[in-house]
């Protein structure tokens, strides 16, 4: 049995959070604000130089009323994008027993 790689079509999630708030009109100062926070982490997030951790995926599911999971995969198919592939290509992989 052998595994594919799959690359998911990848976005950081600060480009998805620019959108959000470009289509409803909300500022970075007022995400910021909304969760007590500096408006620079916000900003950086927008401009992709920061990730989106746990703590933050769970701040943007409630204040957008979505699951932190959706932020979390966002940031995942990011950070699995960002991999050269080639440098894993010597790795074999093990002969798995059919289940």
């Not at 052998?2 to 959070?17: D, K, M, N």
């Not at 401009?47 to 699951?67: C, E, W, Y």
């Amino acid at each position: 049995m052998t595994i594919q790689s799959q690359r998911a079509i990848a976005v950081h999630p600060g480009e998805i959070l620019e959108e959000i708030l470009e289509q409803n009109q909300i500022t970075q100062s007022e995400v910021a604000r909304r969760l007590s926070m500096a408006q620079s982490k916000i900003n950086e997030i927008c401009r992709g130089k920061r990730g989106v951790t746990p703590d933050m995926a769970m701040r943007f599911g409630k204040l957008f009323g979505q699951s932190p999971l959706f932020w979390l995969t966002l940031q995942k198919n990011w950070e699995l994008s960002q991999l050269d592939e080639s440098v894993y290509a010597a790795i074999e992989p093990f002969q798995m027993a059919v289940v």
